[in-house]
């Protein structure tokens, strides 16, 4: 198998994963806390932030973990790699959140696939992910480009957790996830009604983080290898 071939198929895992983390937390949450909604947030919190750690680890040397195409995108921008990866990448990362969230609806005895109803997109939400996108990009390249890529698995997995309570929209920052949470009407779902405007958010937010990153660090101090 090519290196190519086989990052395809880490990004296709570690994405379904992450999914499967996201609305498997979720849906065991509203079961294990039904009339506690902030409690219900914590667990899901806590669960994506350690599971989307452990993923960033396990994947790491095999595609990068990035599991996000606003991550791969401003990668090569920043780092002028071949557009090819993206070609590979981006439709990969959504077609495995797509079968992560399906998976985590079966493993729930729920309907494999439910258009999920609950609407997300007013302002407030949105001005949330293009905080939480931004600063996504920000912690990572931060780390990249400063030779402290070995600590993006917990500095990621952190931030994404602390994020789920400091936005309102509690931090999707991806649009392939944002995808996947289309096919799953339970706590992590979206309407996809509201998916186009986060993840238009989303590439908004992407692009200040991408701004951010060549004023504050302008050189990389080592071969970039993104994550999240």
Do not use: K
């Amino acid at each position: 198998m090519s290196p190519l071939a086989r990052a395809a198929v880490g990004e296709f895992l570690g994405s379904a994963g992450l999914a499967a983390v996201v609305v498997g937390s979720g849906i065991a949450a509203q079961r294990l806390s039904p009339t506690d909604v902030g409690l219900q947030l914590f667990e899901n919190a806590i669960a994506t932030a350690l599971g989307l750690a452990v993923l960033i680890l396990a994947f790491a040397t095999v595609s990068g973990s990035h599991f996000n195409p606003v991550v791969t995108v401003v990668d090569i921008t920043l780092h002028r790699r071949s557009w090819s990866t993206a070609a590979v990448y981006l439709p990969t990362q959504v077609l495995g959140c797509i079968a992560g969230a399906v998976l985590a609806n079966v493993m729930f005895a729920a309907p494999a696939v439910a258009w999920s109803t609950t609407d997300r997109a007013d302002w407030p939400h949105l001005l949330s992910e293009v905080v939480a996108t931004a600063g996504l990009i920000l912690v990572i390249f931060a780390l990249v480009r400063t030779g402290r890529s070995h600590l993006a698995a917990p500095a990621v997995g952190a931030y994404i957790g602390a994020a789920y309570f400091f936005t309102s929209s509690t931090s999707f920052a991806n649009p392939a996830i944002t995808i996947g949470r289309m096919f799953t009407d339970t706590f992590a779902g979206i309407a996809p009604a509201s998916a186009l405007p986060f993840i238009g958010a989303q590439l908004v937010g992407a692009a200040l983080g991408f701004a951010a990153v060549r004023v504050l660090f302008p050189a990389a101090a080592e071969p970039a290898t993104a994550r999240d």
